[in-house]
């Protein structure tokens, strides 16, 4: 599990403002190449690379992982970093100039990742909206955490953008190489097949038109990378006339189109859904109290009793109410006969608490108003346990985390992503992009009590 006493950037971050943004794709390619040329990295990719077949499924497969790490949620970022760690595990081996080299090297993980750091920066700086000292020093310390918790050594990562940046020049000038790795990626821009987008398109027409389209992108690559690596390039390296004024102009055009475009075009799949499930969080548990005057307390009460907790809508609670909300949590999450019967115990737990702290007149059933009084009172313990006991059945790994596999097989597949994801980041009530077991519990709670609204109740158990 992470280590949380760092906190790691989330919505309003300037590394979720840059990073997922479709305009990253003017300097990725400087970040790839500067990678590659690392010694590990390159022997790394004249062996095991597939960029000269399949170019496209590469670089887009770079742009997916680097938003797993850094848009999903907690356990997902993690499984993200896994998952790199086996692959990266295989990459080894001994390289042309017999030097074992292992894509785990510390020295060479912590250069990939702080690359991207710099492909950002270049990015703004091309596209006219130029990071200033502070902002760079705050992005550099968020990349920090994220490279940190995606396993890069810390040791291996300078402490300040200050240090950064002699140390980005020490590395372009004393360490990287203009080899074989190198060579064949710049070959694999030159010689672009088809994306799978375009694969309606005739091999004659593309094979007409590929040829120049590869040696633009491979001149706008260029161009983006130190003068002095460029240098080293020799032939390759060199960029055209008029190159670097259409590299600018295309920044500049990507930088304002992001000003005005919706946020799905703006930025890539995974980290648009996540975006606009972070503005879908603020509508997805409604928290009413003083602060908000329209709300009336009774009423929001009231609302709840009738679309929450009154599941027979004969006007009162009574243990079949409660039974069919242990029903629809049982079948909603496929608990096993043992721990369906563990929900049942829980919620007619619940039942015998009601009956003999909130049934004034004794007639076996609870009322809207009987109800009211109770919640406007402190919560009893059996409500307090059943609510628990829901959350945990959620958290169906026992990790003590509420995460998205978790949170679907409550919610089911027929919702979209974003919203989904945004529901469960609602009840993050801490901010921190983990959601516990606590913090669900305290949201289901809070919604019978009529204090909060949440989409994930009335989705679940509000519809007809």
């Not at 590929?210 to 706008?220: D, F, H, K, M, P």
């Not at 978790?406 to 945004?422: C, K």
């Not at 077991?437 to 204090?451: D, I, P, Q, T, Y």
């Amino acid at each position: 599990m992470s280590d949380h006493t760092e906190r790691f950037p989330g919505a309003g971050s300037l590394s979720w403002r840059y990073l997922g943004q479709w305009r990253l794709l003017t300097t990725i390619g400087r970040a790839i190449v500067l990678e590659t040329a690392h010694p590990v990295v390159g022997a790394g990719v004249v062996e095991f690379s597939t960029y000269r077949r399949h170019p496209w499924r590469r670089i887009e497969q770079t742009l997916l992982s680097l938003q797993r790490l850094l848009y999903q949620d907690e356990a997902d970022r993690e499984r993200e970093a896994a998952r790199l760690r086996r692959l990266h595990g295989h990459i080894k081996g001994v390289d042309a100039q017999g030097q074992a080299f292992s894509a785990l090297d510390p020295q060479a993980q912590a250069w990939v990742h702080l690359t991207v750091f710099d492909a950002i920066v270049l990015m703004c700086e091309l596209g006219g909206d130029p990071l200033d000292e502070e902002r760079q020093a705050e992005l550099y310390a968020e990349w920090l955490v994220v490279g940190r918790q995606s396993g890069v050594p810390a040791s291996e990562m300078p402490a300040t953008v200050e240090e950064f940046r002699v140390y980005f020049d020490e590395t372009v000038r004393e360490r990287l190489t203009a080899g074989h790795g190198v060579e064949q990626l710049l070959d694999a821009l030159g010689r672009l097949p088809a994306p799978a987008q375009l694969s309606f398109v005739p091999d004659a027409v593309w094979s007409a038109g590929s040829s120049v389209l590869g040696t633009g992108i491979r001149a706008l690559v260029a161009a983006t990378l130190p003068p002095s690596y460029r240098e080293r390039l020799g032939e390759r390296g060199k960029v055209p006339f008029g190159t670097e004024a259409v590299l600018s102009l295309a920044c500049r055009t990507a930088a304002v189109a992001g000003d005005l475009l919706p946020t799905r075009w703006v930025y890539m799949p995974l980290a648009a859904t996540y975006i606009a499930a972070k503005r879908e969080a603020g509508r997805g548990l409604r928290r009413f109290g003083s602060r908000d005057r329209s709300a009336d307390p009774a009423a929001q009460l009231a609302d709840a009793f009738v679309r929450i907790l009154d599941q027979t809508g004969d006007g009162v609670l009574s243990w079949p109410d409660l039974a069919a909300l242990a029903r629809v949590f049982s079948d909603r999450l496929d608990l096993a006969a043992v721990d369906e019967e563990v929900m049942y115990a829980a919620f007619h737990a619940w039942w015998d608490e009601l009956r003999a702290t909130a049934d004034a007149n004794h007639d076996g059933v609870v009322d809207a108003d009987e109800y009211r009084v109770l919640a406007e009172a402190a919560p009893g313990a059996a409500m307090a346990a059943l609510m628990v006991r829901v959350a945990t059945a959620v958290d169906r790994d026992g990790d003590g985390r509420i995460d998205q596999a978790d949170y679907a097989r409550l919610i089911g597949s027929d919702l979209a992503p974003t919203r989904r994801i945004g529901w469960l980041h609602a009840v993050d009530t801490d901010g921190d992009g983990t959601v516990t077991v606590e913090e669900f519990a305290e949201a289901l709670r809070e919604s019978v009590l009529g204090r909060a609204r949440s989409d994930t109740l009335d989705y679940v158990l509000g519809r007809a």
